[in-house]
């Protein structure tokens, strides 16, 4: 049955995801399923925290299933929405203390006024028999107003009638421009104000605001509502970033081994260097133009990707490379009818995904960008697969290019051979 409802994807590499670590196991599952096809900010957030948990604890699934299951509806759990960004933050009137919003909507304005009728109240009585207990659990009730607890009944309700006021208060106080408050209406007028709708339809009703409140559509408005200012929060804004999050997993990130290890002992400068010559490649994969630098860069800092300590050192990279004026050529929009960044390519059941594509009309130029030591034939060889797809789907590869981001300077090899 499920073979049937599961793509065919999965069903063929269900014994290779058990293989795989929790986060290759996920970025597999997201592949095989189809989820993939359009950025997801909740799939991110997922796949954000299982590789957190990965780097923190371990890649065992079984142990970050039980994680989960603990910590699912927590709020570190919840999409980290940056400030400035064109959102709606959804918290309680109680997470809102303290803070401040242009706009606020209180959507369901409704909770009662008095103590749950389930609710447990601690009292005490100078009157036998009770006298002999310092303090008694009590049911609230109004059947306690005809008893010896008459007053701790009533104090009860006085408190929490000043709590759910002070609540009220706390929701009202904070915007700064417009408050849209929504309640249910009055169904039957009466005399208890159990719920606060009913205070808030008899304070409009018979107090000073009485003529802008109109009975009959159950509509209150006051003031002018210009339109909502904001400070522009550029450098603060994050987009959901395309998928592929990353590469294959294994082609992204690569364990060192211990040549790696002894050079970045026996010459820190040099590890650092290669460090972030390859931060700088993350950039270039997102990058469209030169201007969009400080952009992408907030971007990956926003997934975890670049440290906020990293983030000049990259930049000054990444802006170096437009010294050449080929790569200022590549990221220029005014030249290409589009500019494809990281985009898969798919064949039969596989998928390729270049860095850049760069199309005119049915041509196409495709580059590489690469880090590390050079390895012009390898990398050829993936470029001429790559134009062989591109040709499959009706483009002709006039150039390709391999980019390689070096420790100080910069490389660009033309490959020729098909």
């Known amino acids: ?22 986060y290759d196991c996920i970025e597999s599952l997201l592949q095989a399923l189809g989820l993939t096809a359009q950025a997801d900010a909740y799939l991110q957030r997922f796949q954000d925290l299982a590789l957190t948990h990965t780097l923190r604890k371990n890649s065992d699934l079984r142990t970050f299933l039980a994680w989960w299951k603990d910590h699912e509806n927590d709020s570190d759990t919840s999409i980290v929405v940056p400030k400035g960004e064109n959102a709606i933050t959804i918290m309680t009137i109680h997470k809102a203390k303290g803070l401040e919003f242009p706009i606020v909507i209180l959507p369901l304005c409704q909770w009662k006024l008095s103590p749950k009728s389930s609710q447990t109240i601690w009292a005490a009585t100078t009157q036998a028999p009770f006298d002999q207990f310092s303090t008694l659990p009590l049911k609230h009730g109004k059947i306690l107003n005809d008893t010896f607890f008459a007053h701790a009944y009533q104090r009860e309700n006085a408190m929490t009638l000043i709590d759910n006021l002070n609540v009220l208060y706390v929701a009202f106080t904070r915007p700064t421009q417009r408050l849209y408050v929504m309640t249910q209406a009055e169904k039957k007028p009466s005399n208890s104000l159990a719920f606060i709708s009913k205070l808030l339809y008899d304070t409009l009703r018979y107090f000073a605001y009485a ?4 009975i009959k559509s159950g509509i209150f408005a006051h003031g002018k509502p210009d339109a909502p200012t904001h400070k522009t929060a550029e450098n603060t804004t994050a987009e959901t970033l395309q998928y592929p999050i990353s590469r294959n997993y294994t082609q992204a990130v690569a364990v060192r081994n211990d040549e790696q290890r002894y050079a970045a002992l026996l010459d820190p400068r040099q590890a650092e260097a290669i460090r972030i010559g390859r931060k700088a490649h993350l950039v270039l994969e997102k990058l469209k133009r030169p201007q969009d630098i400080d952009k992408t860069l907030r971007q990956l800092q926003t997934k975890g990707l670049i440290d906020e300590a990293d983030i000049s050192a990259v930049h000054k990279r990444v802006s170096a490379l437009f010294d050449e004026p080929k790569v200022r050529e590549w990221f220029d929009p005014q030249l290409w009818d589009e500019i494809l960044c990281e985009q898969t390519i798919l064949k039969e059941k596989s998928r390729r995904i270049p860095d850049r594509i760069l199309l005119k009309g049915k041509k196409a130029i495709l580059i590489d960008y690469k880090t590390g030591k050079r390895n012009d034939e390898k990398y050829s060889r993936q470029l001429n697969h790559y134009a062989q797809w591109l040709k499959g789907v ?10 390689y981001i070096g420790e100080q300077e910069t490389e660009i090899i033309q490959i020729i051979s098909d």
């Open 394 to 403: 009706g483009y002709t590869v006039t150039e390709k290019y391999l980019l």
């Open 1 to 22: 049955m499920l073979d049937q409802l599961l793509p065919e994807a999965f069903s063929a590499h269900l014994d290779d995801f058990a293989a795989l670590n929790l």
């Open 211 to 214: 003529e802008q409140f109109d």
